[in-house]
């Protein structure tokens, strides 16, 4: 049977999978950013945890153990660059789950204790607007594109770990100079508050 065409395939299918989580993450992050209710950052917070608890960890079980195949069966010493990712995957897949993931089920619950038209001020404003959360985020976002640099351009050990130091450092980069200030959120009308849901 061709094994290694079996194990190519999962591994692609993981790699899309995980990316698929990246960016629903992605956008709950900022749809927390920009939710006006506590409602609204309950919706986001449970799409970053529906990702997290399936697609993310199943999608990085299949890519890990395709690629540790490939390497092992096939790439070996002679690709560097493939042992260089599969060890940047781990630290970004546990990194993730330990940061950002913690961080946004945290803010789901403290969404979940207020009124679900509550705005979303002080501490919980304070706490959807994490820099620690939007900085990581972005930054994963960009380690995981310089993974995707290695797997194609195929560089030697040391190439591998300046690439993925370059991407890390504009994703943290991209974070620190985007992650902004809390918008103030305008009064409203005391009818208006029994109506506004985002």
Do not use: C
């Amino acid at each position: 049977m061709p094994y290694y065409q079996i194990a190519l395939f999962l591994h692609i299918l993981g790699a899309l999978g995980f990316f698929i989580a990246i960016g629903v993450f992605y956008i709950a992050v900022l749809g927390v950013r920009r939710a006006q209710t506590a409602q609204s950052i309950q919706i986001w917070t449970g799409a970053a945890a529906g990702v997290s608890r399936i697609l993310f960890p199943i999608s990085a079980v299949v890519l890990v153990v395709a690629g540790i195949y490939m390497v092992v069966t096939v790439w070996g010493e002679h690709a560097p660059w493939a042992s260089v990712a599969l060890i940047a995957f781990i630290v970004l897949a546990v990194g993730a789950t330990f940061i950002q993931g913690r961080r946004m089920a945290a803010l789901g619950q403290s969404a979940a204790g207020q009124p679900e038209n509550a705005l979303v001020a002080g501490a919980l404003q304070a706490q959807a607007h994490d820099a620690v959360t939007w900085v990581s985020v972005n930054a994963s976002a960009a380690f995981a594109i310089g993974i995707v640099y290695l797997m194609t351009l195929k560089p030697d050990a040391f190439g591998s770990v300046i690439a993925l130091l370059f991407a890390l450092l504009v994703g943290l980069g991209f974070g620190l100079l985007t992650q902004g200030q809390p918008a103030a959120i305008p009064a409203l009308a005391p009818e208006q508050r029994h109506y506004t849901v985002e």
